[in-house]
């Protein structure tokens, strides 16, 4: 037998990541509502823009960007030659692990944080390292802990996916503040769009003010582009050099670029879906509260279901399945007992509420 070649360090201690499921056995009708994916789906100008890119289908996108990072720096106020795109936000995290971290090195994130910042530190050779968070939030005096001579990323989310929680502005400011100079601040702004708080940017001005800060963006949530797979950071200008760098010169594709564009552009309609999400979000919130399942107040498009222990969870999760209702178990993000929900239509929320409140009454 001969040997086989060894990958790097790190990838074979990767555990491939698990996407939201989308159907279940027997069911003659599935509602999706595993991804947190916008149920209003994207704007008609995006879809627009999607469908007259088809007859240059073999002609390369612009590898600068550059309309793009002009309409998201036009709607926010932002410096343009400091806008990096990617395929998704997840490539951003992916190149930053690449760009910053390696064998030897650490990279650092909460106990509930999203699954890829691991996943990319280890493809890196960089050693991942889990900070506790205080009852499903942000500690940030956990992270200033856990911050070593190795550290080289902290990422985190705020709102944090599957939390939903949202820690103040000031202890972000306070955790900027603190880090070492060795560290970069990696703000993934995922679910930004939905934040209603005075004042939130999403962190877009932490940028601006500190040498030490990044954020990501996606159009995968709030913009309804997930399946084109496009994303973006704001970055410190050095930052954003090593980012054009490493990128390929052609990482996102043409209907990507278009369909974004159109996307930014069309205001309304992120503010339609963002106001709809909010209401039914908290009316979700208030039925599954008098059903005896709490939750913690949620900042995104979706709600962090709390049920009394796993067994409860299991079952729960296995009624909604029997109505085609597909959520998120996420007990693998050490939050044994709890579902994900995504905020759905409202026919999807009230299935979900009326589906759950039979099932606590059954009890």
């Known amino acids: 037998m001969t040997q086989q070649i060894a990958p790097q360090p790190g990838i074979l201690d990767v555990t491939p990541y698990v996407q939201g499921e989308a159907g279940t056995p027997g069911a003659n009708r599935v509602v999706k509502l595993s991804a947190n994916e916008n149920p209003l789906g994207p704007s008609a100008a995006a879809q627009e823009a999607y469908r007259a890119l088809s007859g240059e289908l073999a002609v390369y996108p612009d590898g600068g960007h550059g309309a793009l990072r002009r309409a998201i720096a036009d709607l926010h106020g932002i410096d343009a030659d400091r806008i990096v795109c990617g395929a998704g936000s997840d490539e951003i995290l992916s190149m930053l692990c690449q760009a910053y971290a390696g064998p030897g090195l650490e990279i650092l994130h909460t106990e509930h944080g999203f699954a890829m910042y691991a996943i990319y530190g280890k493809i890196a050779g960089a050693t991942p390292v889990v900070v506790p968070e205080d009852t499903r939030r942000t500690d940030v005096d956990a992270i200033l802990a856990g911050v070593t001579e190795r550290t080289r990323l902290v990422f985190l989310a705020n709102p944090n996916n599957p939390t939903g929680t949202l820690i103040p502005d000031a202890e972000i400011e306070r955790l900027a503040d603190s880090l070492p100079p060795h560290v970069l601040l990696v703000m993934d702004g995922a679910y930004a769009e939905f934040v209603r708080e005075p004042g939130y940017d999403g962190y877009a001005s932490l940028v601006d003010r500190r040498d030490n800060v990044v954020m990501t963006r996606t159009f995968s949530k709030a913009y309804g582009l997930g399946g084109l797979r496009i994303g973006w950071a704001y970055c410190p200008a050095h930052v954003a050099d090593v980012l054009s760098r490493v990128r390929g010169p052609f990482n996102v594709t043409a209907a990507a670029l278009a369909a974004a564009e159109a996307a930014v552009r069309d205001t309304a309609w992120t503010e339609h879906c963002v106001i709809q999400n909010e209401v039914w979000r908290e009316w979700l919130a208030r039925e599954l509260r ?68 039979r099932f606590m009454a059954s009890r």
């Open 290 to 357: 008098r059903a005896g399942i709490e939750s913690d107040p949620s900042h995104a498009n979706f709600i962090c279901a709390r049920f009394p222990d796993p067994a409860t969870a299991k079952a729960a999760d296995a009624a909604l399945r029997d109505r085609g209702l597909i959520v998120r178990d996420v007990s693998g993000y050490n939050l044994p007992g709890c579902l994900r929900i995504t905020v759905g239509d409202e026919a999807a929320v009230r299935a979900v509420a009326d589906t759950l409140t």
